[in-house]
């Protein structure tokens, strides 16, 4: 059963086109991440959404019905903020009941849902609290809380731990997940940040200049990035391009000639052509293990970055700075040289002047 349906959907301020002709179908229960970088329009589609903007052209259906004119109340959805605004001289039970009490919801029921909230939010020793005696992330999960008790099908997320520190960002995307799990509801979520658009989308959407560049599960678009831009954009660190030509089934870039047996094309396989080639850090065995695979060179490491787990370096092949995630453990220091090399087959190919997959 769908649960949302954007339709054909066009915003334009005046000679601003800001969102172009989207179409997307949400499943009931999906987990679906709107990803891009600023003023891609990400923002601007769950507003309208939520109501908050009205589209130029095209409908937004919510449980097989069209709102796209209606109130955001009457939309059966909660929304979820950047900012907690919280209401400060309320109690945290106070700014969970808020809305229920003006909508005149019996006293017994608003107690249940608070309660219900508060204990799958595990906030229940905050309830007496007021905003000002609650860390940030606490505030959150008040904010998450307070579209929760509304018990709606559909929750929409801005951005809402952009506010936050590193570790509370990564401590509150493993609450939303789970609070995926247990409710199923469905939920659409926005943010610049790959690392929460990959760890908790059932499926992504990336954004550019108001057109959703590509739509599919997170390993789907890392692994086949439908264009440069995609593939750019997903990955970190980024993924290493290199600009050359196809020569049959050779790609020459700055006097090197990679083999590409093994990599599948899209279509027809081009024979010549400008192109781009793309293999993620990941991607790139050192030492011994590269002398087996179909591409190898020689690198000379130019920059490295130890960081724990694992360590990023740089090394300078075919006229450029390339990108290689190594063991936490690898004994390299800058000016040691290398043997490198990458299977075709977890590279991507694109078109140079379209820039799209080949």
């Not at 059966?76 to 309320?90: D, E, K, N, T």
Request: with cysteine; net charge negative.
């Amino acid at each position: 059963m769908t649960s949302v349906l954007v339709k054909d959907l066009t915003l334009k301020f005046g000679a601003l086109t800001v969102l172009d002709n989207l179409t997307i179908d949400i499943p009931e229960g999906e987990f679906l991440v709107l990803l891009g970088a600023s003023g891609c329009g990400k923002s601007t589609l769950l507003n309208c959404i939520a109501g908050l903007l009205d589209p130029t052209d095209g409908e937004i259906h919510i449980n097989d019905r069209n709102v796209t004119w209606e109130e955001p109340s009457g939309r059966g959805i909660g929304m979820v903020f950047q900012s907690y605004a919280l209401y400060p001289q309320m109690t945290v039970a106070g700014n969970l009941s808020f809305g229920l009490k003006n909508a005149r919801m019996p006293k017994a029921e608003i107690e249940k849902r608070v309660a219900r909230a508060a204990e799958i939010l595990q906030i229940e020793p905050l309830l007496d609290r007021k905003p000002a005696a609650l860390s940030g992330g606490q505030r959150q999960r008040v904010a998450i809380g307070r579209a929760l008790v509304r018990d709606v099908d559909v929750f929409l997320f801005d951005e809402p731990l952009s506010n936050l520190d590193a570790k509370l960002r990564a401590d509150l995307r493993v609450e939303i997940k789970r609070l995926h799990h247990n409710l199923k509801n469905t939920m659409i979520y926005v943010t610049h940040d790959q690392v929460e658009a990959m760890t908790l989308a059932d499926r992504i959407a990336i954004m550019k200049g108001g057109v959703i560049q590509q739509l599919d599960s997170p390993t789907e678009i890392y692994n086949r990035p439908v264009n440069k831009y995609v593939a750019g954009f997903i990955g970190s660190p980024e993924i290493n391009f290199f600009e050359g030509t196809l020569d049959g089934q050779t790609f020459v870039t700055d006097g090197h000639e990679f083999p590409l047996a093994g990599y599948a094309f899209q279509g027809p396989v081009p024979t010549k052509g400008a192109a781009w080639l793309g293999i993620r850090p990941e991607h790139i065995v050192t030492g011994e293990a590269a002398a087996s695979l179909p591409v190898t060179a020689e690198a000379e490491i130019d920059i490295v970055e130890p960081m724990g787990s694992d360590t990023l370096a740089w090394a300078k092949l075919a006229g450029q700075s390339v990108r290689i995630r190594m063991d936490g453990q690898a004994a390299v220091r800058t000016g040691d040289r290398i043997t490198i090399g990458f299977d075709p087959a977890r590279a991507s190919l694109f078109d140079r002047a379209s820039e799209d997959r080949l």
